[in-house]
């Protein structure tokens, strides 16, 4: 089970941190990819990390603003997200996959429920 958290209602310019918490104790073997919905918008990519941890990717949106990491001894994941533009508005969600490309999220076979976060103008 992956429960992200962390999302809410933002000025633009402010900062949130997403967290994914994942049950079991598979968590350290598997890539985490973060995507967001945007209002009326399909899913996209937004960020991802390898299993090692030594890799991370992002959508260009994003690049240089949000950072994601993983603390495997907290079987979590998170998403540091700096600068938030008006356009991040979105639901963010988790997810986990074995196969790569780890930004695709036709990758991803098991998917948490999604936080919203809100940057207002």
């Known amino acids: 089970q992956l429960q992200a958290s962390g999302g809410g209602l933002v000025q633009a310019g402010g900062s949130l941190r997403l967290s994914c918490a994942a049950s079991g104790r598979t968590f350290s073997v598997y890539a985490m990819g973060w995507f967001r919905r945007g209002p009326g918008l399909e899913r996209k990519f937004v960020s991802a990390?390898?299993?090692?941890?030594?890799?991370?990717v992002y959508t260009d949106s994003v690049k240089g603003r949000f950072t994601i990491s993983r603390d495997d001894a907290k079987n979590t994941v998170y998403l540091q997200m700096n600068s938030l533009k008006p356009e991040d508005t979105a639901v963010y969600y988790c997810?986990?996959?074995?196969?790569?490309?780890?930004?695709?999220?036709?990758?991803?076979?098991?998917w948490g429920q999604g936080t919203l976060v809100t940057v207002s103008s």
């Open positions: 997810a986990r996959t074995l196969r790569p490309p780890i930004n695709s999220l036709f990758s991803y076979d098991y």
């Open positions: 990390i390898t299993w090692t941890g030594n890799t991370t």
